[in-house]
C-alpha cells in the first residue's frame, strides 16, 4: 500500500508589521532570529566574487556586480544587480541557497527595484523562487519527483507595459507542457523544499540591456514582513511563502 505524507494545510498569507522583520527594526540582528535560516543585505561584500562564501551557487557572475550608488540600495550602502547585455543568447543570472534541513514551509523576503529602461519581451524569470529537488527546466513535474515556484512579472506582447503582469511560474503536477505554467492572480506532495534564489534570466533580450538589483533578503521558518524603523522612504518588499 502506498502511503502519502500528510499536507500542511495552507493558511492566509500574513500581512503587514505582524513577523520577524517587527522585532528587528532596520533588519539590524535579523539573522540570529531562532525562525530565520539566511539573511544577507550584501554590505559584507567587496565585490560580487565574496557572494560564494554564502550563496551555494551563482550564474554569469560576468554578470553581477554589487552596487553602491545610492537610487539602486534600498538600505544600507549596497546591493546585488544582476545585468543582461542586449543580444539574442540566452542569459540566466542567479544566486543559489540550498537550504538543509530541507523544510515543509519557506516564507522569503526581499526588495527589489528594475532599471527604468528595462525592455523585456517573451521568456524571462526575473524575480524569486523555491523549489524542491529541481534538476532542469524541460522535465515536467509529477508530484513526486520536483516541483518549482517563481514569483516574477511576465511581458508577452507590446501592449503590456515593462516589466509585464505579477504573477506565479509553478511546475505543478497536472502541468500542460514540458515547460512550467503561469498562474495570474484574478496538490498533495511528498517533497520538502531544499533551494531558493533570486534570479534575472532571459531567453533573448534583444531590446535592450536589462538590469535589475535586489536587497535585503531574508528567509525563515515563519513570516517576516517588511523592514521595520527603516529612515529610507518605504518601499514595498516581496513576500513569497510556499506551503506544503
Known amino acids: 500500500m502506498h502511503h502519502v505524507a500528510p499536507s500542511t494545510s495552507a493558511q492566509p498569507l500574513p500581512e503587514g ?5 517587527a522585532r528587528h527594526p532596520g533588519d539590524v540582528g535579523i539573522g540570529s532570529d531562532p525562525a ?28 553581477i556586480r554589487i552596487a553602491t550608488e545610492s537610487g539602486n540600495v534600498f538600505s544600507g550602502n549596497k ?4 545585468t543582461v547585455p542586449q543580444q539574442s543568447a540566452e542569459v540566466s543570472n542567479a544566486a543559489v541557497r540550498f537550504v538543509n534541513p ?24 526575473n524575480g524569486a523562487l523555491i523549489s524542491a529537488n529541481y534538476c532542469c527546466p524541460g522535465v515536467p513535474a509529477d508530484g513526486t519527483n520536483k516541483f518549482l515556484v517563481s ?5 508577452d506582447d507590446t501592449a503590456t507595459a515593462n516589466p ?9 503536477p497536472e502541468q500542460r507542457d514540458i515547460y512550467g505554467d503561469h498562474f495570474f492572480p484574478t496538490g498533495v506532495v511528498t517533497l520538502k523544499i531544499n533551494q531558493f534564489e533570486i534570479d ?11 538590469r535589475k538589483w535586489y536587497d535585503n533578503v531574508v528567509a525563515a521558518t515563519s513570516y517576516i514582513g517588511p523592514m521595520a524603523g527603516s529612515a529610507l522612504t518605504p518601499g514595498s518588499p516581496t513576500n513569497l511563502r510556499l506551503v506544503q
Open 200 to 210: 534575472l534570466h532571459v531567453r533573448g533580450n534583444n531590446l535592450a540591456l536589462a
Open 36 to 63: 530565520v535560516i539566511f539573511a544577507d543585505d550584501f554590505e559584507s561584500y567587496s565585490s560580487a566574487a565574496g557572494l560564494a562564501s554564502r550563496w551555494n551557487n551563482l550564474y554569469q557572475t560576468q554578470n
Open 164 to 172: 509585464g503582469r505579477l504573477n506565479v511560474y509553478v511546475y505543478p
Open 102 to 125: 530541507a523544510l515543509d514551509v519557506l516564507f522569503l523576503r526581499y526588495y527589489a527595484k528594475f532599471d527604468t529602461g528595462f525592455n523585456v519581451l517573451g521568456s524571462s524569470h
Open 151 to 155: 514569483y516574477e512579472a511576465w511581458r
Open 79 to 82: 546591493a546585488l544587480e544582476f
Open 17 to 21: 508589521n505582524t513577523g520577524i522583520a
